[in-house]
């Protein structure tokens, strides 16, 4: 990759990391708006009671899809960290193949069903469902991206970077 593309893939990131901790800090907010409106003022409000766990699965998905390098993700490694590199990269390739395979057929009908939720909406807020659940199709095909690429580099050789721990 030439220095642009690092630039922009650098400055990708950081936005993507600010838009998870601008979620986070949303969360945080509406978590404390909640209490302070049950306990102290003695009623309840449903759409923070919607808006948080809306927050946190979209906060999740997106820091999965964006945000989570390759060797932070936790696995159980003890035989890929065992085996020499040659072994480590058919494991990729296995892993790779079976992650791509399993979301790609399961991406049209994710994308349907998604799409046909657009006739619900919240309880409190009156937010769509298909808006709602639209983060797990772009989580879906971040993944797909992200093991295409990486299944791209181990046919081709390319070592993980140094430090990078995490295996299958």
Known sequence: MNSTAFTVAG????????????????????????ISFRYLF????GWT?????ILWIWLVLWGAAF?????????????????????????????????IFLY??????TYDYVA??????????????DWLFSIYVIFVVAILVRYLWLAWRAV?????PAGATGGL
């Open 11 to 34: 400055w990708l990131y950081r936005r993507a990391e600010n838009v998870l901790a601008a979620m986070l800090c949303l969360m945080f907010a509406v978590f404390v708006l909640q």
């Open 67 to 99: 945000v989570v390098r390759e060797e932070e993700e936790i696995r159980f490694d003890l035989i890929y960290g065992a085996v020499g590199p040659g072994v480590r990269r058919v494991m990729l390739l296995i892993a790779a193949a079976a992650l």
């Open 104 to 109: 790609g057929i399961s991406l049209p009908a």
């Open 156 to 160: 081709w050789g390319e070592q993980r």
């Open 42 to 45: 003695g009623f309840g409000t």
């Open 49 to 53: 009671n919607e808006l948080s766990p």
């Open 116 to 129: 046909f939720m657009k006739v619900e909406k919240t309880a409190s807020m009156k937010i769509r469902f």
